[in-house]
């Protein structure tokens, strides 16, 4: 059958609708996470004391969700002759309590 305007077949999805299979696993898995919060901190306590190298790398791969990586950004600037006069750079140190 040939389209014709009007005809409801094939629209597609409506904008900002979600899949339901994957709004079936994203519910299980958030159910999972939460039943097992408590069990994972202790188990993430229990490396920490017995492999400290161990909980750094786990700590290090949850970090990846909790915040941004960063990236080099390159840039570059043209600048006039004569437009910089001084540039300081001053280190301080804390003192020794």
């Known amino acids: ?10 629209t597609g999805r409506p904008k900002g609708a979600t899949n339901k299979v994957n709004d079936k696993v994203r519910a299980i898995i958030s159910a ?3 039943a097992y ?5 202790t188990a ?11 909980f750094a790398e786990i700590y290090l791969k949850l970090l990846e969700y909790s ?5 080099a950004v390159e840039s570059t600037v043209d600048l006039a002759e004569g437009t910089i006069e001084k540039i300081t750079v ?8």
Request: zero cysteines; a negative charge.
């Open 90 to 97: 001053e280190v301080k140190t804390k003192p020794k309590e």
């Open 44 to 54: 993430l306590a229990h490396v920490q004391e017995n492999n400290p190298q161990k």
């Open 67 to 71: 915040m941004p990586k960063m990236r």
């Open 1 to 10: 059958m040939p389209f014709t305007q009007g005809n409801s077949y094939g």
């Open 32 to 34: 999972l996470t939460e």
């Open 37 to 41: 919060a408590e069990d994972f901190d």
